[in-house]
């Protein structure tokens, strides 16, 4: 249980180093949330042992998607936070990764080009 305990924390600060050494680069990801004062136990859950993957719900404890929608309604060619597939509902995850580098999801079948933050 200790050794987990320690291979996590351990996981948490080198993804902090890296993250804060690409933070110039990033306005969004781990090293972002880390620097606001927030644990990794926010977005994974209270079990060290057992991080959950965070979901949309997790991510709208503090983000208002509503507000992100209304934010990004002129991005063009369409929102990217409002889609004909999933409304505003997509896994923010799947294209804000946080422990890497971001993905554009939408570009597994269409060629919008979106640049992720």
């Known amino acids: 249980m200790k050794m987990t305990t320690l291979i996590i924390a351990s996981l948490c600060a080198a993804t902090f180093a890296f993250g804060t050494a690409q933070a110039a680069d ?21 079990d ?16 208002d998607v509503k507000a992100l929608v209304e934010k990004t309604k002129d991005v063009k060619p369409a929102n990217p936070h409002m889609s004909p597939h999933y409304r505003d509902e997509l896994e923010c995850t799947n294209c804000h990764i946080m422990h890497g580098e971001t993905e554009n999801f939408c570009d597994q079948c269409h060629q919008f080009g979106y640049k992720v933050p």
């Open 26 to 46: 990033q306005k969004f990801g781990a090293d972002r949330h880390v620097g606001m004062g927030l644990s990794c136990e926010t977005c994974h859950g209270p």
């Open 48 to 63: 060290k042992a057992n991080p959950q993957e965070p979901t949309i719900d997790t991510c709208k404890q503090c983000h």
